[in-house]
């Protein structure tokens, strides 16, 4: 697959190397899917202002799915909504919510199923973490990235899955997780989440097998994408040696993985991890605040 181009352009007011894509490199970006794969499915996801959502959104759309996304900020959304309107030709429906609060991804699904009369697939992408040694954590701080990235992923499936079962709707669920078979120094905080959203999806992939419910998840590693922005520049430029590759991947390597598992070509497969990492899981260390002097 061709890479879309790393985009370097800088705001003012953002000192360092700007990471992640413009919306005309994710119309753009060629993909291995025939373009009318998701023809008639309904693809919500979560997160989908910035980012691997953004990317999912443009592609979904471009892949012929009426796509749902949520998020926080609602300026962001609608950037997303408006890009893929402009450059797709598609509608993009999009609901502000927060995934902390059970109700609000209840009324999320029912949306869904409100304005597009079925849900396919849910891609469970919002999440977010910040670095910082663990011995540091706040309480306050470590709660806010297990609700987010555990709670508020579970309240998401409970919420698909007993809409589907209550339409009698087979569902597909796909969690964006992390690589943590190794531990993740410097963000134990996700480590300990999406480890936990791991378990808890190879659990429910087996007790929801009978609903006609599949639950996968992909693991990405070092990838191009707005998140890096988060990190101080060196520490984000020394992403791309955390594999034997020595690259960083790109939206898409993420995105298609999860049209692959998340839809048809994966209607055998359930209770997996897709790992997209060049190689990071058996090969390399991530420092996302930087490396400390007493591992050189």
């Keep these: 697959m061709t890479k879309a181009k790393t985009l370097h352009a800088m705001p003012a ?3 360092g190397p700007r990471w992640g894509y413009t919306m005309e490199q994710l119309a753009q970006t060629p993909m291995v899917f025939r373009e009318d ?28 799915a009426n796509v749902v996304i949520s998020g926080r900020k609602v300026e962001k959304l609608e950037q997303t ?4 309107r402009r450059l797709i030709g598609k509608e993009v429906s999009i609901v502000p919510m927060t995934i902390r609060k059970p109700e609000e ?16 697939l849910l891609v469970n992408n919002a999440g977010g973490q910040y670095p910082q040694a663990a011995i540091d954590f706040s309480n306050k701080g470590w709660l806010a990235v297990i609700d987010t990235n555990l709670n508020g992923t579970w309240y998401m499936m409970q919420s698909a899955a007993r809409r589907w079962r209550a339409e009698n709707h087979p569902g597909s669920i796909v969690n964006i997780v992390a690589n943590v078979w190794r ?10 989440a999406r480890a936990g959203v791991i378990y808890l999806s190879k659990t429910l992939a087996t007790e929801w097998a009978p609903y006609k419910i599949r ?21 984000a430029a020394q992403f791309q040696n955390s594999n034997p590759m020595r690259t960083l991947g790109d939206v898409y390597d993420v995105g298609q993985a999860v049209a692959y598992v998340g839809g048809a070509a994966g209607k055998f497969t359930t209770g997996a ?8 899981a058996q090969w390399g260390d991530v420092w996302p605040g930087g490396r400390p002097a007493y591992f050189d």
Excluded: K
């Excluded at 997160?47 to 999912?56: E, K, L, N, S, T």
């Excluded at 909504?81 to 893929?84: I, L, S, T």
């Excluded at 991890?273 to 990071?280: E, F, Q, R, S």
């Design 273 to 280: 991890v897709l790992v997209v990492d060049g190689g990071n």
């Design 105 to 120: 991804c209840e009324a999320l699904i029912d949306h869904a199923w409100a304005v597009h009369g079925r849900l396919d």
């Design 13 to 15: 007011d953002q000192p």
């Design 183 to 192: 531990g993740m120094p410097q963000v134990a905080h996700t480590c300990a």
């Design 215 to 235: 639950v996968n998840c992909v693991s990405p590693g070092s990838i191009n994408s707005e998140g890096l922005n988060v990190y101080e520049p060196e520490a």
């Design 37 to 64: 794969l998701y023809a008639g499915q309904t693809v919500l996801v979560t997160g989908g202002g910035g980012g691997f959502g953004r990317a999912m959104a443009f592609m979904f759309a471009r892949l012929g």
């Design 81 to 84: 909504a408006e890009g893929v």
